[in-house]
C-alpha cells in the first residue's frame, strides 16, 4: 500500500460512514415533511455512499474478506434508516404518543 | 393480524412482537453472554500468547541476545529476529536476573510516567516517539558519538540519566532523576520490549520507503 | 429539594470547574507544541497531559454522577438510599482529586519503588492517580453503585432504566480495578488496561449516557417510559454486541495473536451502525416533539450527543479501524483526533445537557432561553470541530511523512513533527482550542447566571406599558 492510496483509502471509509449520516439526517427530516425533494436528497446521499463502498471495493488494497465487510455495511446502512424510523413511528402511535 | 403487531415471532409457545421491550431485552442480554463468554476464551489464549516464552513474548532472558527486526516475506510483514549472544555490557544474566530487571524498568517507566510523553507499542502520548523499536533505532549511534559511550547501551543509560545535556532537538526530554541502576533497567526492558512480535508494528521500521 | 438533587448540583458543579482545569491544561499541552520551552523545566509537557487527560475522566464521571443522583429520586419517587455516605465521599472525592492534582504539579515523579505508586503517581494512562487515590476512587464508585441499587431494593420496584443502570454498575466498578497492580510484563498490562478503557469509553459508559439520555429525553420532551425503554433495549444489544469484542481493535500492534487483526477490525467496523440508529432517533424526536420542549439548550446539547457520537467515534473511528490502515495511523495525532471528537460527542455533549436539565428545575424556570447558552454552544461546537479537523490533517501528514515514508524511526518521527501540514495543524488545533475556551467561558457563566435575571424580574415585574 503506498502511502498515498493509504490516505485516499482512510478518507474514502470515513466518507462512507459520514454519507450514511447525510442520507440518515435528510431521510428522517423528508420523512418528517412529506418531502420529496428532501428525500431525494437522501437518495443522493445513499448513492455517493454506494459509489465511495464501490470504489473501495474495486481499487482498494484489501483482501477479499474485508471489501464483503464493506459491501455487508453498505447495505446495512441502507436498511438502518427506514427500519429504525418504522420502528420509532409504530411506537410512539402504539403508545398515542405525541403526534 | 391484530393491530398494533409490525412483526411476530414465535419463541416456543410465547409471541414476541418487535415493539416489545421484553423482546429487545432478551436480545441485549443473550448478545452480552455470548460476546462475553467469547472474549474470554479468547483472553486466555492470548495471555498464554503473551506470558515470556509464549508465542508471541520472548522470555526475559532474551536480553542476552542480539535482537533484528526483519522483512519475513511469508508472512508479509516485520518479525523480531532472536540471533547470537550479545549480552547487555557485556554480561549475560539469569533468568531471575533477567526478571529482576524487567520488574525495576517497569516501575523506572511508571514513576516517572514515560507514556505520558512516549508511546509503547503506539500506547501512550504523542510528544515523543514511540520506544517499541527504540533499542533498534539507528539514531543511538549518534548519542554513541555525543555521550561518548562505545556500546548503545552505554549511551541509552548515559542519556537517560541526563537527557537535557544530549538534546538534539527542539522538544527535550526533562531530567527525571533517573539514577544508574534504574536507567541500566530501563534499557534492559527497553531491549526486552522490542523483541516482541507485534503483528509488523511499526511498519517499515528503519526502512524508509521513497515512493509515494 | 430532595437530598439527592443537592447533591447532584454539587456533583454537576464540580464537573463544570474541572472541565474548566482540563481545558486550561490541554492549552498548555497543546502550547509545547508549537514553543517546546514553554514551560520546560517547570511543568513538563507529560504533566500538563497528565493532568488534561485524567481531569477529562473526572468532569465526565462526576457529570454522570450528578445526573444520576438527579434522576433518582424521579425515578424511584422516594429519597435514594445512602447519600448520607455519598454527601460525605462527594468531598473525600474533590478533595482527593485536588490532592492529586497538586502532586503531579508540585512533586511530578517519583524514585522506581512502590512507594511511588502508592504516593506520587502510578503512570499508567488516565489511571496516573497514585494507590492511595485509586482506592478513593473505587469506594466513591461503590458507595455510588449501592445508591443506586441500595434504592431499587427500598423501594421494592425497578423501571426498565434503572434495571439496566444497575445491572451495568456491575461491570462500571469491577473494571476499575484494574487501575491499581504493577504489571511487569507491558503486552498483559496493556491487555488489562485496555479492557478497562475500552469497555469503559465503549461500552459500560456508553450504557450509563444511554440510560441518562433516556431519563433525559423523558424529561425533556415527555416520551412515553416504554419507548424510552425499548429503545434503550436495541442500544444496549447493539453496543454491546459490536463493542465487546470490538475491544480487539486495541489488540492488533500489542504483541497479542494476530486472530484479533480479524476479530477486532470486524466487530469495529460495525460498531457505526448503533450510533446511526441514534443519529435516525434524534431526528425523529427533534421533529415530533421541537415545539414541545420548554428547555432548548438542554435539547440541543442532547441533539449535539447523537451527532457529536455518531461522527467522532463513527466517522472519525472508521478511518482508522481497519488493521491495514492502523498499522500506519496508530499512536499519532489521528488518534487524537478521534479521541477527541469521540468523547466530546459521546459524552461531553450528553452532560452538559443534564446540566441545563437540572438547572430548569433547580431554579425553577418555566422556560430555559437566551443568548448565552447559544453562543457557548457556538463556541465550543466549533471550536472542537476545529481542534478535530486540524488534529485530523496533522495526523494524516504524521501518518504518510513519519510511518507511510520514513520508516518509523526517531529520524522518521521528528520528520513528521517539522513536516509544515503537521505544524500547521498544531498552530490550527491552538487557534481553535482558543475558540473552545472561550466557549467554555460562556458555558460557566451561561450556568453561573442563568435565570437569576427573570427571577429577579418576577421579584420587580416591569412596569406595565
Redesign the interface.
Same mark, same amino acid.
Given at each position: %500500500?503506498? $502511502? @498515498?492510496v #493509504?490516505?485516499v483509502?482512510? !478518507?474514502s471509509? @470515513?466518507f %462512507? !460512514?459520514?454519507a450514511? @449520516?447525510a442520507y440518515?439526517?435528510l +431521510? @428522517? *427530516?423528508g420523512r418528517?415533511r412529506n418531502s420529496r425533494g428532501l428525500l431525494v436528497s437522501a437518495g443522493f446521499a445513499y448513492g455517493a455512499l454506494v459509489l465511495d463502498a464501490a470504489g473501495l471495493i474495486l481499487a482498494a $488494497?484489501?483482501a477479499l474478506? /474485508?471489501k464483503l #465487510?464493506i459491501a455487508g455495511?453498505a447495505l446495512? +446502512?441502507l436498511g *438502518?434508516?427506514p427500519l429504525? /424510523?418504522? +420502528?420509532?413511528q409504530?411506537?410512539?402511535r402504539?403508545?398515542g404518543?405525541?403526534? | 393480524m391484530p393491530k398494533g403487531f409490525i412483526g411476530k415471532v414465535r419463541l416456543g409457545a410465547r409471541l414476541m412482537q418487535y415493539d416489545d421491550p421484553k423482546f429487545w431485552r432478551a436480545g441485549a442480554i443473550s448478545t452480552t453472554v455470548v460476546m462475553a463468554i467469547a472474549l474470554g476464551m479468547l483472553t486466555v489464549d492470548s495471555l498464554e500468547a503473551i506470558t515470556p516464552g509464549g508465542s508471541h513474548v520472548p522470555p526475559y532472558s532474551v536480553i542476552n541476545r542480539h535482537i533484528g527486526y526483519v522483512y519475513n516475506g511469508r508472512l508479509g510483514r516485520d518479525m523480531p529476529v532472536i540471533g547470537a549472544d550479545e549480552p547487555l555490557f557485556g554480561k549475560p544474566v539469569t533468568e531471575t536476573e533477567a526478571a529482576a530487571f524487567m520488574e525495576r524498568g517497569k516501575l523506572v517507566i511508571q514513576s516517572r510516567s514515560c507514556i505520558n510523553c512516549h508511546t509503547f507499542m503506539g500506547n501512550g502520548a504523542y510528544y515523543a516517539p514511540d520506544l517499541t523499536k527504540a533499542w533498534l533505532d539507528p539514531a543511538w549511534d549518534t548519542w554513541m558519538a555525543i555521550t561518548g559511550a562505545d556500546t548503545k547501551e552505554e549511551a541509552m543509560v548515559r542519556f537517560l540519566m541526563a537527557p537535557e545535556q544530549y538534546a538534539t532537538w527542539l522538544r527535550k526530554m526533562p531530567n527525571l532523576g533517573i539514577s544508574r541502576d534504574e536507567a541500566v533497567a530501563t534499557v534492559a526492558y527497553l531491549k526486552w520490549l522490542s523483541s516482541i512480535d507485534t503483528n509488523g508494528f511499526p511498519i517499515h521500521f528503519g526502512r524508509p520507503q521513497t515512493s509515494r | 429539594m430532595s437530598r439527592s438533587k443537592n447533591l447532584a448540583v454539587k456533583y454537576l458543579v464540580a464537573a463544570i470547574l474541572f472541565f474548566g482545569v482540563m481545558t486550561l491544561s490541554g492549552l498548555m499541552s497543546a502550547a509545547y507544541y508549537i514553543q517546546p520551552d514553554f514551560l520546560f523545566g517547570l511543568i513538563p509537557f507529560s504533566i500538563a497531559k497528565m493532568l488534561h487527560i485524567d481531569t477529562m475522566i473526572i468532569w465526565l464521571l462526576m457529570g454522570f454522577m450528578g445526573a444520576v443522583y438527579w434522576f433518582l429520586p424521579d425515578e424511584f419517587e422516594i429519597e435514594p438510599a445512602g447519600i448520607w455516605a455519598a454527601e460525605i465521599l462527594f468531598w473525600v472525592f474533590v478533595s482527593a482529586v485536588l490532592v492529586v492534582a497538586a502532586t503531579f504539579v508540585l512533586v511530578q515523579w517519583g524514585a522506581g519503588t512502590e512507594t511511588t505508586l502508592w504516593l506520587v503517581q502510578q503512570g499508567r494512562k488516565y489511571v496516573e492517580a497514585p494507590r492511595w487515590a485509586a482506592i478513593g476512587v473505587a469506594l466513591v464508585m461503590l458507595v455510588f453503585a449501592w445508591n443506586v441499587v441500595g434504592t431499587a431494593l427500598r423501594a421494592r420496584r425497578i423501571t426498565g432504566i434503572m434495571a439496566v443502570m444497575s445491572v451495568n454498575m456491575v461491570p462500571l466498578v469491577l473494571l476499575y480495578l484494574i487501575a491499581f497492580p504493577k504489571i511487569d510484563n507491558m503486552a498483559v498490562d496493556l491487555y488489562w488496561w485496555w479492557w478497562l478503557v475500552h469497555l469503559w469509553v465503549e461500552a459500560t459508559w456508553e450504557i450509563l449516557i444511554g440510560c441518562i439520555m433516556a431519563l433525559a429525553v423523558m424529561k425533556l420532551l415527555g416520551t412515553s417510559r416504554k419507548i424510552v425503554e425499548g429503545w434503550l433495549y436495541v442500544e444496549v444489544s447493539m453496543v454491546l454486541g459490536t463493542g465487546i469484542l470490538g475491544l480487539g481493535h486495541h489488540y492488533f500492534w500489542i504483541g497479542t495473536p494476530d486472530y484479533w487483526l480479524g476479530i477486532g477490525g470486524f466487530f469495529s467496523a460495525l460498531e457505526p451502525l448503533p450510533l446511526l440508529g441514534m443519529v435516525v432517533h434524534a431526528v425523529y424526536d427533534a421533529g415530533v416533539h421541537r415545539m414541545k420542549t420548554t428547555n432548548r439548550p438542554a435539547f440541543y446539547w442532547t441533539l449535539a450527543e447523537a451527532f457529536g457520537n455518531f461522527l467522532g467515534g463513527g466517522v472519525f473511528g472508521f478511518m482508522i479501524t481497519l488493521p491495514q490502515l492502523n498499522l500506519f495511523a496508530h499512536g499519532t495525532q489521528w488518534t487524537v483526533s478521534h479521541g477527541h471528537f469521540a468523547f466530546w460527542g459521546a459524552y461531553a455533549c450528553g452532560v452538559l445537557s443534564v446540566c441545563y436539565i437540572a438547572l430548569q428545575e433547580q431554579r425553577r424556570l418555566a422556560v430555559v432561553n437566551g443568548r448565552g447558552w447559544v453562543w457557548a454552544f457556538v463556541l465550543l461546537n466549533g471550536g472542537l470541530i476545529g481542534m478535530v479537523g486540524s488534529l485530523l490533517v496533522a495526523g494524516m501528514a504524521q501518518t504518510f511523512f513519519e510511518r507511510a515514508i520514513g520508516g518509523s524511526t526517531l529520524e522518521a518521527f521528528i520528520a513528521g513533527q517539522e513536516n509544515p501540514w503537521f505544524v500547521l495543524g498544531m498552530y490550527s488545533r491552538m487557534f481553535f482550542g482558543l475558540i473552545f475556551t472561550a466557549g467554555y467561558l460562556t458555558l460557566a457563566w451561561n450556568l453561573l447566571a442563568l435565570g437569576h435575571r427573570e427571577a429577579a424580574a418576577v421579584a420587580q415585574p416591569a412596569p406595565a406599558e
Open positions: %500500500m503506498t $502511502p @498515498g #493509504l490516505l483509502t482512510s !478518507v471509509l @470515513g %462512507m !460512514v459520514l450514511a @449520516g440518515a439526517l +431521510y @428522517g *427530516i418528517f $488494497p484489501l474478506e /474485508w #465487510l455495511s446495512a +446502512y *438502518i434508516p429504525t /424510523w418504522r +420502528y420509532l409504530h411506537t410512539h402504539e403508545e404518543a405525541h403526534p | - | -
